[in-house]
């Protein structure tokens, strides 16, 4: 089983047109109701190029109940903690003719200690029974802050491969927990550790860094600009693909269901960064988030560049031969 843990869902209310004025009222929009966050953005995307996974969250109020039934109707499954306070929203609003989107996000939710605790209880059992956990997205309140390095802790208990794909204060506390894999964007970094990963030498030294935690793969992402990845102590660089981008939104959170397909499918590792690096791609080129096909990612992968850094492994073909 695939565990993912949410712990900061988003309520999303998307509002479509083919063309925003401002100061004016913008009428007849095409309206939809969508579940977000970045663990869910994970799990739809598993879904689409056929893994399945198991989805758990905080959710409170109205909010969190229109947000349980947005899952339902995607038969993506899932379990919750439920909270006094409002499950967060967000109301998204799209030009299709500018190709812009504009988010305004309510306050985050006020997690109790209770809730928090009961959250913990509950993971520990959860961990027990899956292969992989997945923790993505951002933590609501210092409450829940220990609740990500405490389950990656979990996960090398009970020898379970873990994913941290999170940023803020308590990023730091994640990575000294020793994830298995780790993915993040270079600002995410850049902005909740206090570095300055300006250049690749930087960049490098930092994947590096990470290595010596114990962390086996480590994936540095920066929107259109190349991107780092780490496996064991090679390092490598990557080219993205030339894109048309529309909305990157969901970008990073496809990137690491490729990821997840990528081991599930024990691809070697090149094959995987490429992969993942497709399907964020792809993801970029539509409003749609985290809705890329298997079949269009596969068809471009090998479009994208993959470069070693440093010293560079060696591949052996075993193959089956005819003698």
Not at 34 to 46: D, E, T, W, Y
Not at 62 to 77: F, M, P
Not at 119 to 141: H, R
Not at 268 to 288: Q, Y
């Amino acid at each position: 089983m695939i565990l993912i843990i949410t712990l900061n869902p988003l309520l999303e209310r998307r509002f479509t047109y083919k063309k925003i004025r401002i100061e004016i009222v913008n009428r007849n929009a095409c309206t939809k109701i969508s579940a977000g966050g970045k663990g869910i953005n994970v799990s739809r995307q598993l879904k689409k190029i056929g893994v399945k996974s198991y989805n758990y969250f905080f959710s409170g109020g109205t909010n969190g109940k229109i947000y349980r039934d947005s899952l339902k109707n995607e038969q993506l499954d899932f379990s919750f903690t439920s909270t006094k306070s409002e499950t967060r929203h967000a109301a998204i609003v799209i030009s299709e003719n500018d190709k812009t989107v504009s988010s305004y996000f309510s306050e985050d939710p006020i997690i109790s200690q209770s809730e928090a605790d009961e959250f913990k209880s509950k993971l520990d059992k959860m961990i027990q029974n899956c292969e992989i956990v997945i923790f993505s997205g951002s933590s609501p309140s210092t409450e829940t802050d220990s609740i990500i390095p405490y389950g990656i802790e979990l996960a090398n208990k009970y020898d379970k491969i873990s994913i941290c794909d999170t940023y803020g204060n308590h990023l730091q506390e994640c990575i000294d927990a020793s994830p298995t894999i780790i993915h993040n964007n270079l600002s995410e970094i850049n902005n909740s550790l206090g570095l300055n990963l300006n250049d690749e030498k930087l960049i490098i030294d930092y994947l590096n860094y990470l290595y010596k935690k114990n962390i086996i793969r480590a994936y540095i992402t920066n929107g259109s600009n190349n991107c780092y990845a780490s496996n064991f102590d090679y390092f490598y660089k990557i080219k993205p693909l030339e894109i048309q981008e529309t909305d990157a939104t969901g970008s990073g959170d496809s990137f690491v269901a490729g990821i997840v397909y990528g081991w599930l499918n024990s691809d070697l590792f090149e094959e995987s960064l490429k992969f993942a690096t497709a399907i964020a791609g792809m993801n970029a080129t539509t409003f749609d988030v985290a809705c890329v096909n298997l079949e269009d990612a596969i068809k471009i992968k090998d479009k994208v560049e993959v470069l070693p850094v440093g010293k560079k492994t060696k591949t052996i073909d075993d193959s089956p031969r005819e003698i």
